[in-house]
């Protein structure tokens, strides 16, 4: 019964065989964490302690993990020995149709209804090109955009170093994988460093505004998931070597820094929270996945349900907050519950809309949306190379 009720609200979707379970696992539990942490708005005061206090910061998980996949990519395309720039081109094709449709759509209607019923307002030019907080302090519209643009930006601009060492420096693949990563881990890091010393004392807006949402201070999380896929790449042996005890590692680091950023801030902490919570979120994150990199299936309807959410993570980062509860929750209660339900039992409610419509509208984003680009960049690529590895 449930199946069939499933399938005519046409949730089902096709999910690729090949999926790696393990990374799926890492994958849902970060935007479960991103979107409980988000409902907090719905929820009490008591219950939003609890989850402040046990928190993970599922943007970080998503930086590494993207890293290590786009990594992984890269170092399979530049390895085939003909290597051109039409090898970028095809890269950012495929990327770029991966993730862009569905945030123009979303960030078009969030925009139309910004400006719905109001004088002409701004018009948010710069989040197309995802230049929000390139440079400058990310506005207060469409906040979570944010992370998109860091990620944007890594695609643009790794990719075509690697490539600019290869071609003009001649410099092999593998020393400008390890070059690029430092650096771009120590660019990053300092320049924390030097935010966090110019702009004492730290506040949590700050913390926020001026380093943790910015792009230029956030590269280096997705780096280290490049360094995880050089050594998975090129050192497999080292790779899978007591990928057990890496994986608890790498939990024991994630739980402590938790922790640090928890305690009375003292100057030290202060520092931590600030500028090195970053560095070991990603550290702790990229020891579990040569375990989770190796964790190929499961059974069940717990690995079901956790493969779908894998699948639809992305158009649910993009929905569940602002579009959902800045507009859709909004007008659901202004025009279908607010005149019949009190305030109470209205955020109860809620909170019920926000997980089933985000769960419901990134499906059929996934479908109607993703997929079908996904199928056109698998059908055109660019110059006389055809092959190009699925990303």
Request: overall charge positive; glycine content about 6%; charged content about 15%.
């Amino acid at each position: 019964m449930f199946k069939r009720i499933w399938h005519l609200l046409g949730f089902n979707i096709n999910i690729d065989p090949n999926r790696v379970y393990g990374l799926d696992m890492l994958r849902a539990f970060a935007i479960i964490s991103v979107v409980i942490t988000h409902a907090t708005t719905y929820t009490p005061a008591g219950i939003n302690k609890i989850v402040e206090a046990i928190y993970i910061d599922g943007v970080s998980i998503f930086f590494v993990l993207s890293g290590f996949l786009i990594g992984l990519i890269l170092l399979k395309t530049m390895s085939e020995g003909n290597l051109n720039f039409y090898t970028l081109i095809n890269f950012w094709w495929r990327r770029w149709l991966r993730t862009i449709p569905a945030y123009y759509i979303i960030l078009s209607a969030v925009i139309i209804s910004y400006n719905y019923n109001k004088p002409p307002g701004p018009t948010f030019k710069r989040y197309y090109f995802f230049a929000q907080n390139l440079f400058t302090t990310h506005p207060g519209f469409f906040i979570e955009t944010w992370s998109l643009s860091v990620e944007e930006w890594f695609y643009l601009l790794i990719p075509l170093l690697f490539y600019s060492f290869i071609k003009y420096f001649n410099i092999k693949l593998p020393t400008s994988v390890l070059i690029i990563s430092i650096l771009v881990i120590a660019f990053s890091t300092f320049l924390r460093i030097e935010r966090y010393f110019d702009n004492l004392p730290i506040t949590p807006f700050k913390r926020d505004f001026i380093i943790k949402l910015q792009v230029l201070t956030r590269l280096d999380n997705i780096m280290y998931g490049v360094l995880a896929a050089y050594i998975s790449y090129y050192h497999g042996a080292i790779w899978v070597k007591n990928k057990g005890t890496k994986l608890i590692t790498g939990i024991c680091i994630l739980l402590l820094s938790k922790l640090l950023t928890q305690l009375p801030q003292t100057y030290f902490l202060s520092f931590y929270t600030t500028v090195l919570t970053f560095t070991f979120n990603a550290i702790g994150t990229a020891l579990l996945l040569p375990y989770l990199s190796n964790y190929k299936t499961g059974t069940g309807t717990f690995y079901k349900i956790i493969t779908y959410i894998s699948v639809i993570s992305y158009s649910m980062y993009l929905i569940n907050l602002t579009p959902m509860q800045d507009y859709i929750i909004p007008f659901i209660n202004k025009n279908m519950l607010g005149f019949v339900i009190n305030g109470g039992i209205l955020k109860h409610i809620d909170l019920a809309i926000m997980f089933i419509l985000t769960i419901a509208l990134s499906i059929y984003s996934f479908k109607f949306i993703e997929s079908p680009f996904i199928k056109l960049r698998n059908k055109v690529t660019f110059g006389k190379n055809k092959t190009v590895p699925a990303i």
